[in-house]
Each structure stands twice: as structure tokens, then as C-alpha cells.
């Protein structure tokens, strides 16, 4: 798999958010994107993920040297401003989260719920979860699906000291083959890192 960016610009009515990206990433690597809040990490991740187009430069995605044309549906996107489906169980949202994007082999509902540490609490719906809890959950959704990449858009928001380490972990033992895009203003979210850009070199 190979995801390339070309002369990537996005630009709000006459407001250029970033122009002149180009940077390529492969399975297998970790590229962090970093930058002060409101500089534009966001908008960049949807434009990676296909969510949006940019205002400029072409987006490719490759599997076995084939252009894929919806490539979004190999990608998963972990992020605290994607709600969750708050009326179900956790069983319930994992069940329902399978049926549109599979987890990797050997991950089943069991060891999704044994990962998070959530097991004794299987029977409480999602929208009294704490904002921590969900953010954990919205992070191993995302990480143990069977996708190509998997974008991360601020990851410890909402996670104490705890959280972290659950989250540092999760990142090392469990992100498989996929290709990985982490982008936050906190340098500790960047557990792993095989290329970096800083969004303000992009600004016109």
C-alpha cells in the first residue's frame, strides 16, 4: 500500500489553510503531522483520509501497484470529534462498528473488551461512559480494524496519566501492518515516527 500527496493545498473562500504538501507514506510507517491548534492538521487529515478534496494537488492511493479511486474505505479515523453511537452497549457498538469496518484477525469482540479493560462494564451504553472512556474506545476501534491506514487526530485528548500509558501501548503492540498518521500539538501522542511534517512550513 502506498498513499501519495502531490502539491496538496486547501483554501477557505481566499484563505489558504496550507499549500505545496508532498509527502508519500507506505505500510508499515508512521508519519506525524504537527502544529498549533486552528493551523489546519485537521482539515489535512480528512484530505488524506478522502473525507475531503483538496483545493489543489491529487491525492493516490495504491494496493498492489492498482490505483484505488474510494480508497476511504481503508481507512479508519480515530478522533474526540467523532461522536459514537451513544444509545448502545459497548458489545452493541462493537458488533455494529464489525459490520462496516472488520477488525484484524484474531481480534474479536472478547479481546476488544479485554484490551480496553472494560469487560465488567459491558452492560453500560456509551453515553455514560466518561469522555476519557470513549476516547480509549474510539482509539481501539480505530487501531484494531483491518485497514490499510489508520489516522489519529489528537489521540490523548481526554486521557489522564493512565490513559497514556493504556495508549502508548495500544500504539506499539497492536497497529499490526497498517499505515499510520498521528497528528497533535502535543509531542508525547507521536509514540511512533517514521516521517514528520510541521503544517506551518506549509502556510502561503
Known amino acids: 500500500m502506498k498513499l501519495s500527496m502531490e502539491n496538496i493545498g486547501k483554501r477557505f473562500q481566499y484563505h489558504w489553510i496550507f499549500r505545496?504538501?508532498?509527502?508519500?507514506?507506505?505500510?508499515?510507517?508512521?508519519?506525524?503531522?504537527?502544529g498549533p491548534n486552528g493551523s489546519g492538521k485537521s482539515t489535512l487529515l480528512k484530505i488524506i483520509s478522502g473525507f475531503l478534496s483538496p483545493s489543489e494537488g491529487t491525492v493516490q492511493f495504491k494496493m498492489n501497484?492498482?490505483?484505488?479511486?474510494?480508497?476511504?474505505q481503508h481507512v479508519a479515523y480515530a478522533a474526540p470529534y467523532v461522536d459514537l453511537v451513544n444509545q448502545f452497549t459497548l458489545p452493541e457498538l462493537i458488533r455494529f462498528q464489525k459490520k462496516f469496518k472488520p477488525f484484524r484477525t484474531n481480534i474479536d469482540e472478547e479481546t476488544i473488551?479485554?484490551?480496553?479493560?472494560?469487560?465488567?462494564?459491558?452492560?453500560?451504553i456509551i453515553k455514560d461512559f466518561s469522555s476519557g472512556?470513549?476516547?480509549?474506545?474510539?482509539?481501539?476501534?480505530?487501531?484494531?480494524?483491518?485497514?490499510?491506514?489508520?489516522?489519529?487526530?489528537?489521540p490523548t485528548t481526554?486521557?489522564?496519566?493512565?490513559?497514556?500509558?493504556?495508549?502508548?501501548?495500544?500504539?506499539?503492540?497492536?497497529?499490526?501492518?497498517?499505515?499510520m498518521v498521528i497528528a497533535s500539538n502535543e509531542s508525547r501522542d507521536f509514540v511512533l515516527e517514521d516521517k514528520s511534517l510541521n503544517i506551518d512550513d506549509y502556510k502561503s
Open 113 to 124: 473488551l479485554d484490551i480496553l479493560g472494560f469487560a465488567n462494564i459491558k452492560s453500560k
Open 20 to 34: 505545496k504538501i508532498e509527502v508519500s507514506i507506505a505500510s508499515n510507517q508512521v508519519l506525524t503531522i504537527k
Open 133 to 154: 472512556m470513549q476516547q480509549r474506545v474510539k482509539l481501539a476501534l480505530g487501531i484494531l480494524s483491518a485497514s490499510e491506514i489508520c489516522i489519529l487526530d489528537e
Open 158 to 179: 481526554n486521557l489522564d496519566r493512565e490513559g497514556f500509558r493504556w495508549y502508548e501501548q495500544l500504539v506499539t503492540e497492536y497497529r499490526g501492518d497498517s499505515a
Open 65 to 72: 501497484n492498482r490505483v484505488i479511486a474510494d480508497y476511504y
